[in-house]
């Protein structure tokens, strides 16, 4: 037998820190469903927001449900999460010393969307003009914030628990992690792409790479009442008149809806009855990770009612196709369907 450091290199088992699975090769599996809760708990038990109106902070996660794992196989590092989480936020008024409360919910988070694409809805447990102020803040302060943590929480599992599956090669080194990405989206239902004409171009312009955003502001006046008008963008029966049967419709706060076979998909954000709806919406051909924001105002006039649509975060390449979509799909289609567009009260 050979000394150690004579004879055939081929034949004598060297020294390696990779040598329980060489070159990292074969399956292995870390846990970090523990870590991430304790990750969640206290990064959002930090959130605070103050505002002209009073101050919200996030008091309790009263719900952080899910797994998470980091796998490598063939020194590739792959991610698997899931999680739903609820929180209680509390504040006080500027003008009052009531303790307010309410909820915030996340849900979807997955490796399968980013953060600009989880469903985040909030709630005031009470009616009245204290709680509303603050139910502001947390709509328009503490979401994003809620959102950057989900980023992060992905960068932390990379930096984290990516390198406890990965051992060092013979050189010393770690194979470097693949980022987390969304799965790419299904292929366009061709049978529906009547949206095309206006909305959706088949142009070489949507495939622009400047993602460049804007805003929307349109109006228009329909011959009914506010309630007649409301159910046009919340009964699936009536939206299926006007799309002519393509559209799925989940009429709740955090219900998801599609139209034109997935052309036009999103989420309902928050419903007033008869005052306002909020949607988190987007167009199918957009990049993968971008959303708009869009905000439906009704108001009865006595002989009519007015719709006015402010929609953020539109590509501007777009900007002259999504009006004219809004017009020819939704409002023009709701006067021809249920004759909105003349006549009295």
Same mark, same amino acid.
């Given at each position: 037998?050979?000394?150690?450091?004579?004879?055939?290199?081929?034949?004598?088992? $060297?020294?390696?820190? @990779?040598?329980?699975?060489?070159?990292?090769?074969?399956?292995? $599996?870390?846990?970090?469903?523990?870590?991430?809760?304790?990750?969640?708990?206290?990064?959002?038990?930090?959130?605070? $927001?103050?505002?002209?109106?009073?101050?919200v902070r996030i008091s309790e996660?009263?719900?952080?449900?899910?797994?998470?794992?980091?796998?490598?196989?063939?020194?590739?590092?792959?991610?698997?999460?899931?999680?739903?989480?609820?929180?209680?936020?509390?504040?006080?008024?500027? !003008?009052?010393?009531?303790?307010?409360?309410? &909820?915030?919910?996340?849900?979807?988070?997955?490796?399968?969307?980013?953060? @600009?694409?989880?469903?985040?809805?909030?709630?005031?447990?009470?009616?009245?003009?204290?709680?509303?102020?603050?139910?502001?803040?947390?709509?328009?302060?503490?979401?994003?914030?809620?959102?950057?943590?989900?980023?992060?929480?992905?960068?932390?599992?990379?930096?984290?628990?990516?390198? #406890?599956?990965?051992?060092?090669?013979? &050189?010393?080194?770690?194979?470097?992690?693949?980022?987390?990405?969304?799965?790419?989206?299904?292929?366009?239902?061709?049978?529906?792409?009547?949206?095309?004409?206006?909305?959706?171009?088949?142009? &070489?312009?949507?495939?622009?790479?400047?993602?460049?955003?804007?805003?929307?502001?349109?109006? @228009?006046?329909?011959?009914?009442?506010?309630?007649?008008?409301?159910?046009?963008?919340?009964?699936?029966?009536?939206?299926?008149?006007?799309?002519?049967?393509?559209?799925?419709?989940?009429p709740r706060e955090s219900g998801?809806?599609?139209?034109?076979?997935?052309?036009?998909?999103?989420?309902?954000?928050?419903?007033?009855?008869? $005052?306002?709806? #909020?949607?988190?919406?987007?167009?199918?051909?957009?990049?993968?990770?971008?959303?708009?924001?869009? !905000?439906?105002?009704?108001?009865? !006039?006595?002989?009519?009612?007015?719709?006015?649509?402010?929609?953020?975060?539109?590509?501007?390449?777009?900007?002259?196709?999504?009006?004219?979509?809004?017009?020819?799909?939704?409002?023009?289609?709701? &006067?021809?369907?249920?004759?909105?567009?003349?006549?009295?009260?």
């Amino acid at each position: 037998m050979a000394l150690w450091g004579q004879g055939d290199a081929r034949w004598i088992c $060297e020294e390696r820190e @990779d040598a329980k699975n060489v070159n990292n090769w074969h399956w292995s $599996e870390v846990d970090a469903s523990g870590p991430s809760k304790k990750f969640f708990k206290e990064k959002l038990l930090a959130l605070t $927001e103050t505002g002209s109106e009073g101050s919200v902070r996030i008091s309790e996660v009263t719900k952080c449900e899910g797994e998470a794992s980091v796998n490598n196989r063939k020194g590739k590092v792959i991610y698997f999460f899931e999680w739903n989480i609820e929180l209680k936020w509390c504040g006080k008024t500027a !003008t009052s010393n009531d303790n307010i409360t309410g &909820k915030i919910i996340i849900e979807n988070i997955s490796e399968e969307n980013t953060e @600009d694409e989880i469903d985040i809805t909030t709630r005031q447990n009470k009616d009245g003009n204290e709680h509303t102020k603050l139910h502001q803040i947390v709509k328009s302060q503490l979401v994003p914030k809620c959102r950057g943590i989900v980023g992060d929480y992905i960068k932390y599992l990379q930096v984290e628990h990516g390198k #406890q599956v990965i051992l060092p090669t013979k &050189k010393g080194q770690g194979i470097n992690s693949q980022p987390i990405k969304p799965k790419a989206a299904a292929p366009v239902n061709s049978i529906k792409q009547k949206m095309s004409e206006t909305v959706i171009s088949s142009s &070489k312009a949507t495939e622009c790479t400047d993602n460049k955003r804007t805003n929307i502001n349109l109006s @228009d006046s329909f011959k009914c009442c506010v309630d007649d008008l409301f159910q046009c963008f919340i009964n699936p029966d009536k939206m299926k008149a006007y799309f002519n049967g393509a559209a799925e419709v989940d009429p709740r706060e955090s219900g998801k809806f599609a139209m034109l076979g997935g052309m036009i998909t999103g989420t309902y954000l928050e419903i007033q009855p008869n $005052e306002s709806i #909020q949607l988190h919406w987007r167009f199918k051909d957009w990049p993968a990770d971008m959303y708009s924001s869009v !905000t439906l105002k009704f108001k009865d !006039t006595g002989s009519s009612t007015e719709l006015s649509l402010s929609q953020v975060g539109v590509p501007q390449y777009s900007v002259d196709q999504i009006k004219s979509g809004w017009y020819k799909y939704y409002f023009n289609a709701i &006067k021809r369907t249920f004759g909105y567009g003349s006549g009295t009260l």
